[in-house]
């Protein structure tokens, strides 16, 4: 067998023009516009006390209402008695670039007097997000899996002298559910060297309770770097919220005006609105997504797995070696197994209903004889009063006769002559009423 080979034919620019780039390094582009037509999802938590501008703040952060002042209103008395997960969902566009913004508030977290365990429904809602996941991922269709799950937590603590206890154990119940970003609400009622101190004071809280915030991934390039350090440096970042366009010299800017001067959200000097912007927009947004998935979720994942397979394995392993007879027997003997066990749980249960109804009974018995003792007490009691009085009457008689006795008066003379003195006395009486009459 012979092979022929062809020199091929040398194309030059002069035969074909080249626009553009051909080859495998196109792919980027390729997925950028798969990306940008399907469009990105991105899920925010907002956890803290009410006041602390939480929903100015997510206004500022998008430029956009997203939080209506009728329903949300600064200032007003929005104190939810439990705490509550109220979740909406924005479309943002910016530069051909579609966002599905769904934003978490949590109204009436830490307003309650007792706060015991109120990070509850927060966890049950974060857990809810990756169930629905975790469900979805077992539908035959997976190609367009919608992701609600939460991707960032902004947890807001009040300017103060540090962490609350309530801020320790909210952080502690969910730093391994979601990515945790500490923030200072109301910025602005701090100087900058108390900001300092509260900063540092609130980072060495994290570290001694062993709370895992968010973390900044490693970078190569040494611009990325220095703006990763910046970022971790500042945490957590002092921020003041402000929807309001202030004119200063001919020049716009967001700020709140106080006698003292005026607080601009967007100066580096004055807060850190800036770095937490470019944190959740600008560079990390990508990131705090894929550490959701890569790690949170696969967490979960894991632990959920493993409870229910860890249950099952076994019995599906035995079962499988089995004939139908020995399936059937099994499962017959299982019947029955559980059949007896109900039934000793239903005694047990009669016989405990039985036990406190005996002592219910006793009770009861026990009450009845200590009152029939009671009234037999008091019985004697009366009786012993009447024969004291008996006794001292009949003492006194005998007193009387001996009296009469001894003025030589028969006591049967004595007692008609006070009788008969009683009667002219009522009739006398009578007399005078009848003469009144007339």
């Avoid at 329903?71 to 007003?76: D, H, I």
């Avoid at 800036?274 to 979720?297: A, C, E, F, G, P």
Wanted: charged share 30%.
């Amino acid at each position: 067998m012979v092979l022929r080979t062809e020199t091929p034919p040398v194309v030059t620019t002069e035969d074909k023009d080249l626009t553009g780039y051909v080859g495998f390094a196109n792919l980027p582009n390729q997925v950028f516009r798969k990306s940008v037509k399907r469009g990105f999802e991105f899920s925010l938590m907002v956890v803290g006390a009410s006041g602390l501008g939480k929903s100015t703040l997510i206004n500022s952060l998008f430029l956009s209402s997203i939080y209506e002042d009728d329903k949300y209103p600064e200032g007003g008395c929005r104190l939810p008695q439990t705490v509550k997960v109220a979740s909406s969902t924005t479309y943002l566009i910016e530069g051909g670039v579609s966002l599905k913004l769904t934003l978490v508030d949590t109204p009436g977290f830490g307003d309650a007097i007792d706060n015991t365990k109120c990070w509850k429904p927060i966890l049950e809602h974060i857990d809810s997000k990756y169930e629905e996941y975790l469900i979805a991922e077992g539908h035959i269709n997976r190609s367009t899996v919608p992701d609600h799950r939460i991707h960032c937590c902004l947890y807001f603590i009040s300017p103060g002298h540090g962490l609350k206890p309530l801020d320790v154990e909210f952080m502690k119940q969910l730093h391994e559910k979601v990515n945790i970003v500490p923030v200072i609400g109301k910025a602005d009622t701090l100087t900058p060297e108390e900001t300092a101190e509260f900063k540092a004071t609130v980072m060495e809280e994290i570290k001694k309770n062993d709370i895992k915030i968010y973390q900044f991934p490693m970078v190569d390039e040494e611009d990325e770097e220095e703006d990763t350090q910046d970022l971790q440096a500042q945490l957590p970042f002092a921020v003041v919220g402000s929807n309001t366009m202030l004119d200063i010299n001919g020049k716009k800017m967001r700020g709140r005006m106080y006698p003292w001067g005026i607080a601009e959200v967007e100066n580096p000097d004055h807060c850190d609105f800036i770095s937490l912007r470019n944190l959740l927009i600008r560079t990390h947004m990508q990131d705090l997504k894929d550490v959701t998935n890569n790690t949170l979720y696969e967490n979960y994942r894991c632990d959920k797995l493993a409870a229910v397979t860890s249950v099952s394995i076994d019995s599906k392993l035995a079962a499988s070696n089995r004939n139908p007879l020995a399936q059937f027997e099994a499962e017959k003997k299982e019947h029955q197994d559980r059949m007896r066990t109900m039934k000793v749980g239903m005694e047990k249960v009669m016989e405990e209903k039985v036990a406190e109804k005996i002592e219910k009974m006793d009770e009861q018995r026990a009450d009845l004889v200590r009152k029939h003792e009671q009234a037999l007490k008091h019985l004697e009691k009366q009786r012993k009063d009447l024969e004291a009085k008996k006794k001292e009457l009949a003492d006194s008689l005998k007193q009387l006769e001996e009296l009469h006795l001894a003025s030589g008066v028969p006591i049967s003379n004595s007692s008609s002559s006070l009788n008969s003195g009683m009667k002219d006395k009522s009739n006398s009486k009578k007399n005078k009423k009848s003469t009144k009459l007339f």
